[in-house]
């Protein structure tokens, strides 16, 4: 199919000098949220912009939305081709006609605030004394029910690892155009999943430097009234998996360095190969679709990822789905999938407090469903005094591991069969995942909440460098089973003056520890 616009079809941006940022929007169908993004742009603080649209066969109005603004503004640039059926052909076609310092990709039913292509630019342009950066992630932001991953409400404006940004494989970010044709950086053009994670990802390899962009949200991602967002289309599972081995090839042959490469492509598969074995996705299937998944992920972690591997996987149900579509264990995944709500929980920091061990946490878990998570098998209140004196006398020891070891076995005998909880601790730079299993030592008569003892030793703390750490909780039974993660929350005045060097409740009260000099986020 022919790129090059009739002289019909496509309006001329005033002459001169290269704008410094030229916004491509593949468009198909995408009325009446189009001219909420162009009026987006035309309100941007950076003015030196061009915004190629690119109607992609639309039959709704797109075409003359774009025609109407363009006639209006010579900065915007309106194409118009055949339906393509993707948006690769057009995103492509919007490279091709951009003549920007930089390139932005955006889609046509989202908004950005007035500072953001300003503050991108500025960022990609601070004289760091290193190589320039070649992309720029902006903060997102959900609307209308949108949801948008963790990332973008915790991580720091600033450099950002691959790792962190494998986390947004979306392509609304803002790239510099000389990177992206110095390596002839295109996205495919055929109807596949994840199409733009393969172009993304493709970049995040070959750049010199990845940065992180806004205290604020600068890019405002849509959920669609009618429910046509692309993402919302059926997914095939070969197709989306054949793009995942892509993707996973990627990372392999563009990581110099094999190890890393592996666990990026575990991180992966944790993210979008999991995402269809949780309960709302899983549970609606087909028998024999369950079975096809399995069989297709199964050779997928066959040919990367070692066996190996699996053990660093911090998160218990994670680990033990992995463990189960290895076996090709469809009945297995069965049970622990549809056994995933009874370990749905709310956690609260009940006491932190900094003791000779490290920063004792006592975190009181209230099980939605206690009925079925114990039936009542809880351990009687004299084997948990038991367990706690044994625990004061071996704190003698102060922070000696051994004697830690010693406490946690103790522990877990005394309190056989109860309910267990994991502290899951998460880096906000860095991909660090630690996991932490605590000790059962009161149950609340009144509330029947599970009261938990942690310990966070000073080498824990101290292997996460001068990141903030987020802490998360997972509840599990000794058969193996185990559910999703819940943030931590905090109790008012349980973070006591010993332990708030660390400790500290976020604006959302959720818990997280900070670095020795830094202040609360």
Same mark, same amino acid.
């Given at each position: 199919?022919?790129?090059? !616009?009739?002289?019909?079809?496509?309006?001329?941006?005033?002459?001169?000098?290269?704008?410094?940022?030229?916004?491509?929007?593949?468009?198909?169908?995408?009325?009446?949220?189009?001219?909420?993004?162009?009026?987006?742009?035309?309100?941007?603080?950076?003015?030196?912009?061009?915004?190629?649209?690119?109607?992609?066969?639309?039959?709704?109005?797109?075409?003359?939305?774009?025609?109407?603004?363009?006639?209006?503004?010579?900065?915007?640039?309106?194409?118009?081709?055949?339906?393509?059926?993707? !948006?690769?052909?057009?995103?492509?076609?919007?490279?091709?006609?951009?003549?920007? $310092?930089?390139?932005?990709?955006?889609?046509?039913?989202?908004?950005?605030?007035?500072?953001?292509?300003?503050?991108?630019?500025?960022?990609?342009?601070?004289?760091?004394?290193?190589?320039?950066?070649?992309?720029?992630?902006?903060?997102?932001?959900?609307?209308?029910?949108?949801?948008?991953?963790?990332?973008?409400?915790?991580?720091?404006?600033?450099?950002?690892?691959?790792?962190?940004?494998?986390?947004?494989?979306?392509?609304?970010?803002?790239?510099?155009?000389?990177?992206?044709?110095?390596?002839?950086?295109?996205?495919?053009?055929?109807?596949?999943?994840?199409?733009?994670?393969?172009?993304?990802?493709?970049?995040?390899?070959?750049?010199?430097?990845?940065?992180?962009?806004?205290?604020?949200?600068?890019?405002?991602?849509?959920?669609? $009234?009618?429910?046509?967002?692309?993402?919302?289309?059926?997914?095939?599972?070969?197709?989306?998996?054949?793009?995942?081995?892509?993707?996973?090839?990627?990372?392999?042959?563009?990581?110099?360095?094999?190890?890393?490469?592996?666990?990026?492509?575990?991180?992966?598969?944790?993210?979008?190969?999991?995402?269809?074995?949780?309960?709302?996705?899983?549970?609606?299937?087909?028998?024999?679709?369950?079975?096809?998944?399995?069989?297709?992920?199964?050779?997928?972690?066959?040919?990367?990822?070692?066996?190996?591997?699996?053990?660093?996987?911090?998160?218990?149900?994670?680990?033990?789905?992995?463990?189960?579509?290895?076996?090709?264990?469809?009945?297995?995944?069965?049970?622990?999938?549809?056994?995933?709500?009874?370990?749905?929980?709310?956690?609260?920091?009940?006491?932190?407090?900094?003791?000779?061990?490290?920063?004792?946490?006592?975190?009181?878990?209230?099980?939605?469903?206690?009925?079925?998570?114990?039936?009542?098998?809880?351990?009687?209140?004299?084997?948990?005094?038991?367990?706690?004196?044994?625990?004061?006398?071996?704190?003698?020891?102060?922070?000696?591991?051994?004697?830690?070891?010693?406490?946690?076995?103790?522990?877990?005998? #005394?309190?056989?069969?109860?309910?267990?909880?994991?502290?899951?601790?998460?880096?906000?730079?860095?991909?660090?995942?630690?996991?932490?299993?605590?000790?059962?030592?009161?149950?609340?008569?009144?509330?029947?909440?599970?009261?938990?003892?942690?310990?966070?030793?000073?080498?824990?703390?101290?292997?996460?460098?001068?990141?903030?750490?987020?802490?998360?909780?997972?509840?599990?039974?000794?058969?193996?089973?185990?559910?999703?993660?819940?943030? #931590?929350?905090?109790?008012?005045?349980?973070?006591?003056?010993?332990?708030?060097?660390?400790?500290?409740?976020?604006?959302?009260?959720?818990?997280?520890?900070?670095?020795?000099?830094?202040?609360?986020?």
């Amino acid at each position: 199919m022919s790129t090059e !616009p009739s002289a019909n079809t496509e309006s001329t941006a005033s002459a001169g000098r290269a704008p410094r940022v030229s916004v491509v929007i593949p468009v198909y169908n995408a009325m009446p949220y189009l001219t909420g993004t162009l009026d987006s742009l035309i309100a941007q603080e950076l003015t030196d912009w061009e915004v190629i649209a690119v109607d992609d066969g639309s039959s709704d109005g797109s075409g003359a939305e774009i025609d109407r603004f363009a006639a209006a503004d010579p900065r915007i640039i309106a194409l118009h081709q055949p339906n393509s059926g993707w !948006p690769g052909i057009p995103r492509n076609r919007g490279i091709d006609r951009a003549r920007g $310092e930089y390139v932005f990709f955006m889609d046509a039913d989202d908004t950005m605030t007035p500072s953001a292509l300003r503050e991108m630019v500025e960022l990609a342009e601070q004289p760091a004394g290193e190589d320039p950066a070649d992309i720029v992630i902006p903060r997102f932001a959900g609307t209308g029910g949108r949801f948008v991953q963790s990332l973008f409400r915790r991580h720091p404006a600033g450099p950002i690892s691959i790792a962190r940004a494998m986390e947004t494989l979306s392509p609304q970010k803002l790239f510099r155009r000389e990177f992206l044709l110095r390596l002839g950086l295109r996205f495919p053009e055929e109807p596949v999943r994840l199409e733009d994670g393969i172009f993304v990802t493709e970049a995040y390899t070959r750049a010199n430097r990845i940065l992180f962009c806004g205290k604020d949200p600068l890019y405002l991602i849509a959920l669609r $009234e009618d429910g046509q967002n692309i993402s919302s289309r059926t997914i095939e599972p070969e197709n989306y998996v054949a793009s995942c081995r892509r993707i996973a090839q990627l990372l392999l042959d563009g990581v110099p360095d094999t190890a890393a490469a592996q666990k990026l492509v575990l991180q992966f598969f944790q993210r979008k190969g999991l995402r269809f074995y949780v309960p709302k996705r899983w549970l609606p299937m087909p028998a024999e679709r369950r079975a096809h998944w399995v069989e297709l992920h199964r050779a997928f972690l066959e040919e990367f990822l070692p066996k190996r591997l699996d053990a660093t996987v911090a998160h218990p149900t994670d680990r033990r789905k992995i463990e189960l579509i290895r076996a090709g264990d469809v009945a297995g995944l069965d049970a622990l999938i549809g056994a995933e709500q009874s370990f749905a929980h709310d956690a609260r920091v009940a006491a932190a407090e900094r003791t000779a061990r490290g920063i004792e946490l006592r975190v009181a878990s209230l099980p939605a469903r206690p009925e079925e998570l114990h039936d009542g098998n809880l351990p009687s209140a004299g084997r948990l005094r038991l367990g706690r004196a044994i625990d004061r006398g071996l704190s003698a020891f102060g922070g000696n591991r051994y004697a830690r070891g010693l406490s946690r076995r103790v522990g877990a005998g #005394l309190a056989h069969g109860a309910p267990e909880l994991r502290l899951l601790l998460s880096g906000r730079r860095r991909s660090r995942a630690t996991v932490l299993t605590g000790r059962l030592v009161r149950v609340a008569p009144d509330t029947g909440a599970l009261e938990y003892a942690f310990v966070l030793s000073p080498e824990l703390l101290s292997s996460y460098g001068d990141d903030r750490v987020d802490l998360w909780s997972v509840m599990g039974n000794a058969a193996g089973g185990s559910g999703g993660r819940f943030r #931590l929350r905090a109790t008012p005045g349980a973070i006591r003056a010993s332990a708030a060097k660390r400790v500290y409740a976020t604006r959302e009260a959720n818990v997280s520890l900070r670095p020795v000099k830094g202040e609360p986020r």
